[in-house]
């Protein structure tokens, strides 16, 4: 079982933001912005690279939300960067798919 999946099940606690039946959004403990959450599919998918065919609908499920959440934190006017990692070259992790929301403040590219 992973840690979001400890997380989703509330085997772990978290400062949850949001939550449906397909994903749960909670803040990062390790922030790297004034509003950094991450948003989590609470089934497991290891990392985008492995999604399927069949994992369309809820990868629509997971931006669509991310916007939403990023919205509801007040991220809407002034911007935010969703980041999703791939691997340990690409700075992943947690073996669980997921998309960090980061903003409040300006974001430069590329990041450091």
């Known amino acids: 079982m ?10 772990i606690p978290a400062n949850i933001v ?3 039946d397909l994903v749960l959004a ?10 950094h959450v991450l948003l989590v599919p609470k089934r497991a998918i290891p990392r985008v690279n492995e999604a399927v065919e069949t994992d369309r609908e809820l990868l629509g499920h997971l931006l669509l939300k991310a916007a939403e959440v990023a919205r ?8 935010y960067r969703l980041v999703i990692n791939n691997g ?8 669980h798919l997921h ?3 980061l903003g409040g403040r300006p974001l430069g590219w590329p990041p450091g």
């Not at 992973?2 to 085997?11: G, H, K």
């Not at 909670?26 to 509003?35: G, K, L, N, S, V």
């Not at 340990?88 to 073996?95: H, I, L, T, W, Y």
């Open 99 to 101: 998309c960090h929301i």
């Open 72 to 79: 509801n934190l007040g991220l809407g006017d002034t911007g």
């Open 2 to 11: 992973t840690l979001f999946e400890r997380i989703a099940s509330r085997q």
């Open 26 to 35: 909670f803040r990062d403990i390790h922030a790297q912005a004034p509003t």
């Open 88 to 95: 340990r070259d690409g700075g992943e992790s947690v073996p």
């Open 18 to 20: 949001y939550e449906d």
